[in-house]
T-cell receptor
């Protein structure tokens, strides 16, 4: 399958700090999706990005799709303990998962 | 949102036995379902794409004779792990895809934790 790397693998932040995870694909993507998996849970859909350079916001979350449609990022402003979990980017129509970034928020 | 169920939620079996896992879309029809496995602290690895009424498409390295997939209806896909061995112990998650134009989203089941003794 496609190689989709995410960095960092792990991130610990103090509550209130910002957090960013980056997703990089070896190939051009038709679209990219982001999912969140809480510990012990299953992935839950957050958003889909389709257009080159697209930016979407959901409250404190900002998602961006690169101009070349090979990379994407998720930025969380002022993290809260409810943000804890692993964030995955998922590619195209084949639904290959990225390696994931595990976020820990320290109260 | 759409609901996907999985059964059983966990199973423990002896080495050499077969285990069947069911994945159901409860309030929508899904022509395509996906099967993943996830090891602790790792990402989800796509095993196969299950298409209603046709053969599943397996990812490279996944043995189709060991992981039998059947998608007999628009709301049910099953994964059978045949002759299970301890290395097959994992978290198996299914998902169903909803497509509307360029929009597509996966709804995941709660997963099945398989332990092979």
């Amino acid at each position: 399958g496609q190689q989709v790397m995410q960095i960092p693998q792990y991130q610990h932040v103090q509550e209130g700090e910002d957090f960013t995870t980056y997703c990089n694909s070896s190939t051009t993507l038709s679209n990219i999706q982001w999912y969140k998996q809480r510990p012990g849970g299953h992935p839950v859909f957050l958003i889909q990005l389709v257009k080159s350079g697209e930016v979407k916001k959901q409250k404190r979350l900002t998602f961006q799709f690169g101009e070349a449609k090979k990379n994407s990022s998720l930025h969380i402003t002022a993290t809260q303990t409810t943000d804890v979990g692993t964030y995955f980017c998922v590619t195209g129509n084949q639904f290959y998962f990225g390696t994931g970034t595990s976020l820990t928020v320290i109260p | 949102g759409a609901v996907v169920s999985q059964h059983p939620s966990w199973v423990i079996c002896k080495s050499g036995t077969s285990v069947k896992i069911e994945c159901r879309s409860l309030d929508f029809q899904a022509t395509t379902m996906f099967w993943y496995r996830q090891f602790p602290k790792q990402s989800l690895m796509l095993m196969a794409t299950s298409n209603e009424g046709s053969k599943a498409t397996y990812e490279q390295g996944v043995e189709k004779d060991k992981f039998l997939i059947n998608h007999a209806s628009l709301t049910l896909s099953t994964l059978t792990v045949t002759s299970a061995h301890p290395e097959d112990s994992s978290f198996y998650i299914c998902s169903a895809r909803v497509v509307a134009g360029t929009y597509n989203e996966q709804f995941f089941g709660p997963g099945t934790r398989l332990t092979v003794l």
